[in-house]
């Protein structure tokens, strides 16, 4: 069973409500557009902004979830250009951060 089939999903466009099965409180699909994908430079940008955050962040691609606020960790999920992943939150409090992190991914990054 991998992590995402383990919750029920809510579905308003492009924004998941988790229901309390984990700790994660919302969540968002996310397409990563820079050509390069997300590489060290990337995957830095992403865990700095992380690491302002009270609560975890997490990245989802297939089963595998990984904290936001970890570089290596990032890099190990192999995001291409194109890939679809998930953006999830653990407190709404944290909301500024992830909408921040979710808008630098869906933009490339600004390279």
């Given at each position: 069973?991998?992590?995402v089939s383990q919750f029920a999903f809510y579905t308003i466009p492009e924004y998941y409500f988790i229901m309390p099965q984990s700790s994660v409180e919302f969540?968002?699909?996310v397409m990563v557009t820079n050509?390069?994908?997300i590489h060290a430079r990337s995957a830095?940008?992403?865990?700095?902004?992380?690491?302002?955050?009270?609560?975890?962040?997490w990245l989802i691609k297939d089963s595998e979830k990984?904290?936001?606020?970890?570089i290596i960790?990032?890099?190990?999920?192999?995001?291409?250009?194109?890939?679809?992943?998930i953006?999830?939150?653990?407190?709404?409090?944290?909301?500024a951060i992830f909408n921040e992190i979710a808008e630098l991914i869906e933009t490339g990054f600004g390279e």
């Open positions: 069973m991998n992590f969540s968002k699909k050509e390069l994908g830095a940008l992403i865990a700095k902004i992380a690491q302002k955050a009270a609560s975890k962040i990984v904290d936001a606020s970890s960790d990032i890099l190990t999920l192999g995001c291409a250009c194109g890939s679809k992943i953006l999830a939150l653990d407190d709404r409090k944290d909301m």
